[in-house]
């Protein structure tokens, strides 16, 4: 049997049959590209997140930063490829940013944004819900959050897409890998520049908050803070745009639950809940071995690459009952969407919220999300899935 292509493109268009093959009769095997190693399985996955001793974070600086990139990217040192310690002491510079508090805190600001952008679209109709709605929402949050200049919205969408491309990009793709590398130069040049005016003029925001932390911890370089900027600017803008399309997609084909929502809007974290399931933002998450090691009873070598199939776990039989049926009223936990352990993603109540307040916006404006698309377009990032665009026709209340 041939190995299964984790980019064919009846793959990237509904994975989820294959992992369904891969759970029952591979687990735990190599597929393509490059014969790296996949765990399919909830509990497997779990484990391989617990064990950070032998899968490590830090051993894959060589997928954000390829030799054929040709240059340094920021990315490689931050607290997503480290390992504990150095991770731990990453994780707790930014972690006050991402407390209930603060995030209770930002909920006006959340609404506010969020409303004026359904008011702008009542115009319009149709819309594309990435750029239109799930970008600009996110990235205004982001610029109140972190200290970032909203006029740069075009900047950071485009930003994000090309650092979350890195791992994808060919050595022969001149004219990416260029586009790449321009990218990674103006966000540095951007968040130097950043850094120097805080330093100027100290705010309430994340960027002071870690200025005021390197004055307390010598060990924390300037190079370590663009790092970390790095990091939450595309952690942040990736995962919760894409949490907030696979909403909006799953909407239009479920059309009975706009209704409900708005007859119950007590359900909206559920329904999240289960969109994070149903559909992760963060498909995969990439690990090297450190050692030779066995999973699901197989024996990984040392050095491999391996991905934790996110989104094959939380569709596993042996952990929820009719995983493929969408269901906001099951009972399974769902945490898995943003990791486990040492790596459970700082932004995850920043994540739900954002689409909790955004889905609320919109609800009490449309009646329907009714998809203009024939097709849905799916990216090429192993790392995530979202579809490309997500035309969608709002229909007033």
């Avoid at 995962?239 to 909407?251: C, E, K, P, R």
């Avoid at 352990?341 to 932004?347: E, K, R, V």
Wanted: hydrophobic share 40%; proline share 6%; aromatic share 6%.
């Amino acid at each position: 049997m041939s190995r299964l292509n984790l980019f064919a493109p009846e793959v990237r268009e509904n994975p989820y049959p294959f992992y369904a093959a891969l759970r029952r009769e591979s687990p735990v095997c190599q597929v393509d590209p490059n014969g790296m190693w996949v765990v399919t399985r909830y509990d497997d996955i779990v484990a391989a997140f617990k064990n950070t001793q032998v899968f490590s974070s830090a051993g894959l600086r060589m997928a954000t930063e390829p030799p054929f990139l040709g240059r340094y990217n920021p990315i490689s040192d931050s607290m997503i490829v480290a390992d504990p310690p150095r991770h731990t002491q990453l994780r707790n510079l930014i972690s006050r940013g991402f407390t209930a508090n603060t995030v209770s805190s930002l909920v006006p600001r959340m609404r506010s944004a969020a409303a004026q952008i359904a008011d702008d679209l009542m115009r319009r109709r149709t819309v594309d819900f990435l750029p239109d709605i799930a970008c600009r929402a996110q990235i205004r949050l982001l610029a109140q959050l972190i200290g970032l200049d909203p006029s740069l919205e075009k900047h950071f969408n485009r930003w994000t897409a090309d650092l979350v491309s890195v791992g994808s990009l060919s050595p022969e793709d001149h004219t990416r890998l260029d586009e790449v590398r321009q990218t990674i130069e103006q966000m540095e040049r951007y968040m130097q520049d950043l850094l120097a005016s805080r330093r100027h003029q100290m705010e309430n925001d994340l960027v002071s908050d870690l200025l005021r932390s390197q004055v307390n911890d010598n060990s924390l370089t300037d190079r370590d803070l663009v790092a970390l900027l790095f990091l939450l600017v595309v952690a942040g803008m990736e995962t919760t745009v894409s949490l907030m399309t696979h909403m909006a997609l799953i909407l239009s084909q479920r059309a009975a639950w706009m209704d409900r929502l708005r007859a119950e809007p007590a359900l909206i974290p559920r329904f999240i809940d289960e969109v994070l399931r149903f559909e992760p933002p963060v498909h995969a998450t990439m690990r090297l071995t450190l050692a030779e090691t066995e999973v699901g009873g197989v024996r990984v070598p040392a050095h491999s690459v391996v991905a934790l199939l996110l989104g094959s776990g939380l569709r596993d039989e042996g952990k929820f009952q009719d995983p493929d049926r969408f269901d906001p009223e099951r009972r399974e936990p769902t945490n898995l969407a943003f990791g486990h352990g040492a790596h459970f993603c700082l932004g995850a109540l920043l994540a739900r919220t954002q689409a909790r307040v955004v889905l609320e916006e919109l609800l009490t404006r449309y009646h329907r999300f009714e998809l203009r698309a024939e097709r849905v377009e799916w990216n090429s990032v192993l790392n995530t899935r979202c579809p490309v665009t997500l035309p969608i026709e709002l229909i007033p209340i």
